[in-house]
Every structure is written in structure tokens, then in C-alpha cells.
């Protein structure tokens, strides 16, 4: 009966190293997640480029 349980792998375990799939997984994921966040700096600090040229340009003419 012992042979057939199926041993569940616990990858939060103490003593289990994560399988390289496993470690891909959370590469991709924090890969994806850095370059979301990038673009969305990037967008920020273009609108708040823009912002900080209208304002020059106003404050110029004046």
C-alpha cells in the first residue's frame, strides 16, 4: 500500500530545493511584472515631462 501513495512534493518545503521549471516560472513572472512597471514609469515621466516643458513655455512668454 505504501508504493502506491503518491508522495506530494511540497516546493515551500524547508529541505526542497525548487525544480529549474519552477525557478523559470517565477523568472518569467518577475520579469514580466519589472517591465510592466516599466512602462508605466516610463509613461509617468513622459507626462510629466510634457507637464514640466508646457509650464517652461508658459512661463517664458510671459
Do not use: C, Y
Not at 503518491?6 to 518577475?30: F, H
Request: aromatic residues 2%; proline residues 3%; hydrophobic residues 50%.
Amino acid at each position: 500500500m505504501t508504493d502506491a501513495i503518491i508522495k506530494k512534493r511540497l516546493p515551500l518545503a524547508a529541505d526542497t530545493e525548487p525544480t529549474d521549471e519552477e525557478l523559470a516560472e517565477v523568472m518569467r513572472e518577475a520579469r514580466d511584472l519589472a517591465l510592466a512597471r516599466k512602462v508605466e514609469s516610463d509613461a509617468w515621466m513622459r507626462a510629466e515631462m510634457a507637464k514640466a516643458v508646457e509650464n517652461a513655455r508658459i512661463r517664458d512668454v510671459a
